[in-house]
């Protein structure tokens, strides 16, 4: 699951508006931040194998960042951030943790059985990256379902539509290289661009939502 994660995001944004957009597609890789950095740090592990259909990645061991406790712990510490460090509201809070845990179940969904249920446990995933095509069907459905939600709390707040457009347009192209292959090099330099372009995508939400709405 790549770009299917931002449209819990866009979901958050339009189930509380009052809160960054940015905070939101943040959160909705909250927990592949975590992974990145732990891959980097030596932490987590996994293998590119070419051979797989979907995806490449071999997601032998990332017990941190995507068990189910770690999700659990991870929503919590975004609920956290977002409350104490953010100062955003209780309701913005428990969104924003509602959005980070959504990151697991919609994993669960794509994912080969790589999701630690508990420490020792069984890992967990329906494995719909080896359907490649239903996949790409599944997480762009997401994207197309989420965001005339967006767009009409967008408009509701005064915003521009284009700068929404170009934005959705963005995450297509990310998932159309994505998908044609683009998991290639070591784990780590993997890891590097996989946070680059959460930075990236989470500095656009940032210019997005710049500036004040336009009141009615
Ligand atoms: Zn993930």
Redesign the pocket.
Known sequence: ?FVG?FAAGLAGKAIEPRAPLWSMIAAS?F??WG?SGLVLAGVEHFRIDPHLPGSALALYDMPW??SLPGALALSALGGAIARFVLGLRPRAAVVIGAVVVS??AL?LLV?RPDLLLWPGGPKVGLSLWNQPVPEEIVEIGLLAVVAPFWAFSRAAEGRRAWPAALFLAGLLGLQFVAASGAETGTPQSLAATSLAIYLLVTLAAWWLDRGPARTA
């Open positions: 699951m994660h890789q927990l592949d992974w960042t995507h990151h697991w994993d994912h």
